[in-house]
Every structure is written in structure tokens, then in C-alpha cells.
């Protein structure tokens, strides 16, 4: 739990089971941890959430309430107890113990105050804060998961200084001993690992934070609450703690599931309570997953010699996997808020407009925003660095569609916004400008082809997609010229909507949706599909390299991978490459629905031998000579095969809309529609049910999850597909 503010003071749970000599400390979401399952299963963004660890046999549940009051935001209460049973227990055996441990830490400013009974339990702590006034944090002693009465507990305390938030776990890990003793009455005596004395930072680091530590060591199951209380709220109206706390938990969790099927309907629409369930974890694990960062990010700027500091500052963003990715990615938010903002628009309001606030002098934003040290310590070095040349598509476009089909977007809100979206779309219009008007093409792909069976376009978001084989200025990108079609399109009805002048967008709207002047620009008629345009040859192939045998007593240098161009490149249409580029057009409903393309897409759509699995589209034909290659010998396949949900959920968008259209697809497009929705969904629902988890993608040939998890990032978007909410 934290402030959204910079250096806002965190509290925080971490756990372990005291096995012998074995310390197996949890903190962060880290998938190396292999929890069988854990995520917000109710959250509504404000108030209110209920989350899940399994962890082996150990069943955890936290929920926090929060009720408002005072001046600083008022009191919440947290984990609001819950049981920790331990599963499995043999017959004979000791009960099961744990030890929680519960803390506060601040982040460079404020101060804490520990409050000490009874040897070496910290029974509360105070503290003061620059947003939060002053406080107290109480934790109250253990219960059974009905009772009232006091478990029996060992308690141990910690107070510590850190070099940052970022260290907490380090500090408390290396302030273990095992000297301490757990001995319940009438029970054997066992050993268990206690903070016990921290050194400090090392020597010359200036230490950023004060940490307060207080272990619990008790037997499972078992119900602990931790009550917040802000020292400006005057008149409490009881302590949120036992009956008031189970009387307001109660009440929020019956708030929630009647918004939620106001919301969504999934009740309404007949599903399972299992199907249901689902639902709502996916949902408020990204709602629930959201954070708010501080820092900035390093970026190299095309005539600067080294990365340089950008503008330090906030950003408030669900991020797309809470174990792997925990921070903001650009286009991945845009799908983030097509759901949050069914949910709450001003929350959705509110994050575009720090994302928009991170905007340079150019009109560029950072594609990843790795800010502050925490959100560094997740990311290897040579992926920090952000190029102030690289776009990423631009799906703040969709975001401002939704909002303003559902009349969510009050004018003085996008009066403010405006500058900000015109800078944004001239940085696209002027930076990935293609070689013929009305053409754009993606900046920032790889340059050493040598080394690539295809060079890779990180900035189109779908990285080793495969492109034309030699990148060059005259290349056409079929994608980004759609997503500027929807951007001039939006434009415009934000023009017009302001009462601004909305000429130049209208007619970059209509030049981009004109079906002609796209065809004669990314339509393959030999391929029969629309491609991309560039520089390409089909016949390269990744070899072993070879040397001459070396001196003798030499060792033999490690042959590389290496591309080898059989037929030199030439300018054409991009072949061998079908898959969701080729869509686009569709995807983003740019064809008419007469356009006899429209039929040809949905022909590769349906077809097994391209696109059609029974658990979703794959990302690129089987009949692709890519299908399923590795790009380099540590490069697997990412998107050449799997299924992506992000984009499955604009295919059903798209077969939703050609469906109800009256033209000579509908039926087709209709039927397609039942079909794919049908599968994503029982497919994402039933790796959910066998894994635990959603994933990142889902392989094409067995439907399973893969890459990494929990990735409740656009994947939750299938809940969409549930509402039919397009
Ligand atoms: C790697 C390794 C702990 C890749 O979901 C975020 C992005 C998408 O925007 C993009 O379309 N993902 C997709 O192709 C993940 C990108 C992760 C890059 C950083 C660092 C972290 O190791």
C-alpha cells in the first residue's frame, strides 16, 4: 500500500514458512517464486480488494477497506485478517506455523516511531509523513479465524534503516537468525528464523528509507488485522477492526458484484459462477495491479553521444504482467484502459493524462517508462535505454474512441488534453512518414541484419514479426499506416468535438480509409493479401558459420548463427509474412464492408492451414516460411505462431462490427464472430482453471499459456469478449 505521490511512504507484507535452515522469504511478485496461484480477485480501484497467494500448502488471503475521511485520505484496514491454513497436514504431525511479516517503510522523507510491549512485539507504530499528516499503524494480535481471543504467537521486531525501497527485502533477509524458538503449549519446541539486528547500509550509502518490521511466528489457520488510522480523521465512527471490519468488507464485496454485473453482464449473459469468477480476477488483478511511479527514464536522443536523464516525474498506469513487466508499457495501457474504462472513465482520464504528461518537446513518449530504482531493479541494462526516435502504435486512439462513444470525456478535460494529442500525432505523421504521402513506416529497427533471420521492429510492438529482410527508406508499413488512419480519425471528432479547426485531420482521415489508395499501396495481388512494402527477399536462412581449422593447440572459436541472402533483396511486396499485419486493415475496420478483401481476410482468418486454431488467430500463417522460427539461436519465436489476445480481442471487435453491417460478408463475418469468441474464451478460461494464471500468449497448437505470468495485462481483455463490450 502507498500514497500516489512521489517518496510516499509503503507498507507491506512479506512471508515465510520456517523450515529448517531453508529461508524462503516472499515479497515481490517474482514468477522465479513458482506460486502455484496468487492475484486480486476483487478490487474496485478505490476501496476495496481481496487477493489470493497460494503458495505450496499455504492458503494466504488479504484484503484491504479503505474508508475516507479527515484531511489525508483517511483509514484503511489491512490484511482485514483472513485465514492462512496450512493445507496437507499429516496425521501426527505439529500443526503448521508461519511468520508474517508486516511493515512500514518511508521513501526519503517522514519518520517512524516504534511502539514496543512485551520484549519484542511491536504492538503499533506512529508516524509522520508530507501527505499523509500523522498516523498510526496498530497490529493487532492473532486470532482463530472466528475468535476473538489471542493466538499464541512469537513476536519479533525490526527497525532498520535502507539504502531504498528497492533494498527492503535484502535488508530484512540478511537481519534473520535462526536463534529463536516457537513453543506453544503442549506442543514440541521448534527453531524459526527472526529479524533480529541489521548493520545497516553499507559504508559512504546514504540511507533513503526507515523500515519497521513486525514478525508474527503462529500456527496456521489464523486471522490478523492491521489498521491504518489517519491522525486528521476527528470523529471515528468505530475503529475499522473485528465486526466493523467484517460489516464493511461485506458491505464493499456486495457493491462490487453488483457493479460488476451492471458493468458486465456476464451473469446476465448466462455464465458460470466459475466463468464469473474468472472474470472478475482478470479484471481487478489489472485494476488491482495498477501503480503509481516516479523517476525518469534514460534516453538517447539521436544526435547525443550518451543517454541522458529525462524529465523526472509521475506515472499512474496499470502495467501488464504485476511479476515480469510491473511497470508502463505505451501501447499495452491503450488495451489496458478499453476495460478499465467500461469500469471507471475518470480513472481511465486520469492515467491518459500522466501518460500524456510524459510527452517531450517533440510530441514523443516513451515507449517503456522505467522510473525509479524499484522499476530498474526488474530490468537488465541493455533494455533501460529508450530511443527518442522509436514510436510504438498509438492506442491512446482507441482509448479516446471509447471514451467519447460513451460520452465520457468532458470538454474542459480534452481542451486541456489537445495540445498534447496534436503534438502527439504530428510526432508520428512527421517522424514515421513513409516514402510516398499517405505511407508511413516504423522508425528503429534492427540495423545488424547479419545476425537476424529477419530484423526486428520492437517499436511496432510486434517485435520479430516478420518485415521486409533489408530495412531501407523505402519501406511501407502496413500496421502503422492503419493505426494513423484511426488517429486521424479521432482527431478530428476531438477537433470537431472542441469546435478546433478539424480540416487536416478529416482529410487524413478520409485519404487513409479511401480503400483504392490503400490497395495500390499495401495490397499483394500475386500474395493475394495485403503486405507490407520494402526491400525483401524470401530466401534467407540462418547457418552455422564456418573457419578454418585453427592452429593446432588453438581452441576452435564458437561459430555464430548467420544469415545467409540466397537471392538478392528487391523492392516488392513483402511475402511469406501473413498474419496479423496483413489484418490491420480489417482489424481496425478501415474496409468498406463491400470490399471483396473483406471476404479474402476472412478466408485466411478461417483457414486452418493460416490463421485458425480452435483457441484464438495465430499471430502468422503456419504456411509462413517463419512460422515458429527462432530469429537467432536465443531468440525464440514470440510473435510468429502464438496466440495474442490483444489483438484476438480487435479481430472479435472487427467481426462484430463487419457482422452487423449489411454487405455480402455479414454472414460470414457474423458466424466468424460466434466462433472466435467462443474459443478465445473457453480457452483462456480453461488454462486459467488448470494453471492458476493468464498468460502472456497461448501456444497455437496445444492452447496452453506461455511466456510469462501472471499477464493480466491485455490478455483480461477476453472479459470484453465476455460483455460483448467492443
Ligand atoms: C524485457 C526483460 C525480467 C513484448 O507487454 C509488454 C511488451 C509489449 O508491449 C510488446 O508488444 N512485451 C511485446 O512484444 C514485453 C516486453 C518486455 C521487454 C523488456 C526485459 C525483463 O526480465
Not at 485478517?81 to 493445507?87: A, E, K, V
Not at 510530441?363 to 526516435?389: C, D, M, N, Y
Not at 470538454?411 to 505511407?439: H, I
Amino acid at each position: 500500500m502507498k500514497t500516489r505521490s512521489p517518496r510516499a511512504p509503503v507498507a507491506g507484507l512479506m512471508w515465510m514458512r520456517p523450515s529448517e535452515g531453508d529461508v524462503r522469504l516472499r515479497h515481490t511478485c517474482e514468477q522465479s517464486d513458482r506460486l502455484a496461484r496468487y492475484g486480486w480477485l476483487r478490487h474496485d480501484g478505490l476501496h476495496f480488494g481481496a487477493q489470493e497467494i497460494r503458495d505450496a500448502g499455504l492458503r494466504l488471503q488479504t484484503e484491504f477497506v479503505k474508508r475516507p475521511g479527515g484531511r489525508h485520505g483517511g483509514d484503511w484496514s489491512w490484511p482485514a485478517g483472513r485465514h492462512l491454513s496450512g493445507g496437507g497436514r499429516m496425521a501426527g504431525t505439529p500443526p503448521a506455523f508461519i511468520s508474517l511479516l508486516f511493515y512500514v517503510a518511508t521513501d526519503g522523507q517522514g519518520t517512524l516511531q516504534p511502539l514496543v510491549v512485551e520484549k519484542n512485539r511491536m504492538s503499533s507504530l506512529t508516524g509522520t509523513t508530507e501527505e499523509l499528516g500523522d498516523f498510526t499503524v496498530t497490529f493487532q494480535q492473532p486470532t482463530s479465524e472466528i475468535g476473538t481471543t489471542p493466538l499464541y504467537a512469537s513476536y519479533n521486531y525490526l527497525q532498520a534503516k535502507a539504502e531504498g525501497l528497492h533494498r527492503l527485502s535484502d535488508v530484512v533477509k540478511a537481519s534473520l537468525s535462526p536463534r529463536f524458538v516457537y513453543a506453544p503449549p503442549g506442543a514440541p519446541k521448534r527453531r524459526y528464523f527472526g529479524v533480529d539486528a541489521y548493520r545497516g547500509p553499507p559504508d559512504g550509502v546514504e540511507p533513503r528509507s526507515q523500515l519497521l518490521v513486525h514478525q508474527v511466528t503462529v500456527a496456521v489457520p489464523c486471522r490478523l488485522e492491521v489498521l491504518f488510522e489517519s491522525g486528521s480523521v476527528a470523529d471515528r465512527a468505530g475503529r475499522l477492526a473485528g465486526e466493523v471490519l467484517a460489516q464493511e468488507l461485506a458491505r464493499h464485496r456486495g457493491a462490487f458484484e453488483e457493479r460488476f454485473e451492471r458493468t458486465f453482464g456476464l451473469a446476465r449473459k448466462g455464465f458460470s459462477a466459475q466463468e464469473q469468477d474468472f472474470a472478475k480476477a482478470a479484471f481487478s488483478n489489472m485494476l488491482g495491479g495498477m501503480g503509481y511511479f516516479y523517476g525518469h527514464s534514460l534516453v538517447q536522443a539521436p544526435h547525443s553521444d550518451r543517454p541522458q536523464p529525462y524529465l523526472e516525474g509521475p506515472l499512474f498506469t496499470a502495467v501488464p504482467s504485476r511479476s515480469f513487466f510491473p511497470r508502463g508499457f505505451l501501447w499495452d495501457e491503450g488495451f489496458h484502459q478499453l476495460l478499465l474504462s467500461r469500469w471507471d472513465p475518470a480513472l481511465t482520464r486520469e492515467v491518459l493524462a500522466h501518460w500524456f504528461d510524459l510527452m517531450n518537446a517533440e510530441g514523443w513518449i516513451p515507449r517503456e517508462q522505467i522510473l525509479g530504482e524499484e522499476a530498474r531493479t526488474k530490468v537488465p541494462a541493455e533494455f533501460v535505454v529508450q530511443h527518442s526516435t522509436a514510436g510504438n502504435p498509438p492506442t491512446f486512439f482507441l482509448v479516446l474512441q471509447q471514451l467519447l462513444s460513451q460520452g465520457a470525456t468532458d470538454v474542459p478535460y480534452l481542451r486541456r488534453l489537445y495540445p498534447r494529442l496534436q503534438s502527439w500525432y504530428d510526432w508520428y505523421n512527421r517522424t514515421q512518414a513513409g516514402p510516398v504521402p499517405y505511407a508511413f513506416r516504423w522508425r528503429g529497427q534492427d540495423q545488424d541484419t547479419q545476425l537476424f533471420l529477419n530484423p526486428k521492429t520492437l517499436t511496432s510492438g510486434l517485435d520479430d514479426y516478420p518485415r521486409a529482410s533489408h530495412p531501407s527508406p523505402d519501406e511501407r508499413h502496413l500496421d502503422l499506416r492503419c493505426w494513423m488512419a484511426l488517429a486521424s480519425d479521432v482527431m478530428a471528432r476531438v477537433a470537431a468535438h472542441l469546435g478546433e479547426p478539424a480540416g487536416d485531420y478529416q482529410h487524413m482521415a478520409e485519404a487513409l480509409a479511401d480503400n483504392q489508395l490503400l490497395e495500390q499501396h499495401h495490397w499483394a495481388e500475386a500474395l493475394g493479401t495485403f503486405a507490407d512494402y520494402g526491400n525483401h527477399t524470401q530466401a534467407v536462412l540462418l547457418e552455422r558459420e564456418r573457419f578454418q581449422p585453427p592452429p593446432p593447440g588453438q581452441p576452435l572459436p564458437t561459430p555464430r548463427l548467420l544469415r545467409v541472402v540466397r537471392k538478392p533483396p528487391k523492392l516488392q511486396f513483402v511475402g511469406g509474412a501473413l498474419g496479423y499485419v496483413s489484418l490491420f486493415p480489417l482489424l481496425l475496420q478501415l474496409l468498406r464492408p463491400e470490399s471483396p478483401r473483406l471476404g479474402a481476410l476472412l478466408a485466411d482468418m478461417r483457414s486452418e492451414q493460416q490463421l485458425w486454431t480452435p483457441f484464438g488467430l495465430r499471430s502468422l500463417s503456419r504456411s509462413s516460411p517463419f512460422y515458429l522460427k527462432h530469429n537467432t539461436e536465443h531468440d525464440p519465436p514470440y510473435w510468429r505462431g502464438p496466440i495474442w489476445i490483444n489483438i484476438n480481442y480487435l479481430a472479435v471487435r472487427a467481426l462484430h462490427h463487419y457482422g452487423r453491417l449489411e454487405g455480402p460478408f455479414r454472414e460470414a463475418a457474423a458466424a466468424l464472430y460466434r466462433e472466435l469468441r467462443a474459443n478465445l474464451i473457453g480457452n483462456v478460461f480453461r488454462q486459467y482453471q488448470e494453471s492458476g494464471y493468464l498468460w502472456e500468449q497461448y501456444h497455437d497448437g496445444t492452447g496452453k499459456g506461455q511466456g510469462c505470468y501472471p499477464f493480466t495485462g491485455w490478455s483480461a481483455l477476453v472479459l470484453l469478449m465476455m460483455a460483448e463490450e467492443y
